[in-house]
C-alpha cells in the first residue's frame, strides 16, 4: 500500500465542486417542491431543473458510496479495525463506520435515482420536442 495511490484515491476534489454538487442537490429539491405553487410554463421548467439536479447530486453520491466501500474493500479495513487497538465505544463506532460502507444499499439507490431521472429527462425531452 503505498501512501501516494491512497492518498490519490481519497482526495474529496476540489471545494468548488462538492460545493456545485451540493447546490445541485438543494436547486433539485426546491425546484421539485415549489411546483404545485406555480403557473405551468415555470412548473415544466421547475422540473427539468429538479429532474437535472437530481440526476447530478445522486450521480454523485452513488460516486462517492462506491468509493468509499472500495477503499474499505481495498484496504482490508474490517479487519483492520478488528485488530485495532481501539476499544470500548470507539472501537465499535469505527467498525460500525467501515461495515456499514460495505452493505449500505444508498449507492444503489443513488444509481437508481439517477438513472430513473436521466431517463425521465430524455423522455420529457422527446415528448416535447413530439418525437415520440
Known amino acids: 500500500m503505498e501512501s501516494y495511490s491512497i492518498s490519490k484515491s481519497i482526495h474529496s476534489g476540489p471545494a468548488l465542486l462538492r460545493t456545485f454538487f451540493f447546490v445541485a442537490g438543494i436547486?433539485?429539491?426546491?425546484?421539485?417542491?415549489?411546483?404545485?405553487?406555480?403557473?405551468?410554463?415555470?412548473?415544466?421548467?421547475?422540473w427539468y431543473v429538479g429532474t437535472i439536479g437530481f440526476m447530478l447530486y445522486f450521480w454523485h453520491r452513488?460516486?462517492?458510496?462506491?468509493?468509499?466501500?472500495?477503499l474499505v474493500q481495498e484496504y482490508d479495513l474490517v479487519n483492520?479495525?478488528?485488530?485495532?487497538?481501539?476499544?470500548?465505544?470507539?472501537?465499535?463506532?469505527?467498525?460500525?463506520?467501515?461495515?456499514t460502507?460495505?452493505?449500505?444499499k444508498a449507492r444503489f439507490n443513488?444509481?437508481?435515482i439517477?438513472?430513473?431521472?436521466?431517463?425521465?429527462?430524455?423522455?420529457?425531452?422527446?415528448?416535447?420536442?413530439?418525437?415520440?
Open 101 to 104: 460502507s460495505l452493505t449500505s
Open 27 to 46: 436547486t433539485a429539491t426546491v425546484a421539485y417542491r415549489i411546483t404545485p405553487f406555480i403557473p405551468p410554463l415555470w412548473v415544466k421548467i421547475a
Open 62 to 70: 452513488a460516486h462517492i458510496e462506491s468509493k468509499r466501500a472500495k
Open 110 to 112: 443513488s444509481v437508481f
Open 80 to 99: 483492520a479495525v478488528e485488530t485495532s487497538s481501539l476499544h470500548g465505544d470507539q472501537k465499535t463506532a469505527v467498525a460500525y463506520l467501515v461495515k
Open 114 to 132: 439517477a438513472v430513473a431521472s436521466a431517463l425521465a429527462l430524455a423522455a420529457a425531452i422527446l415528448l416535447d420536442l413530439q418525437i415520440i
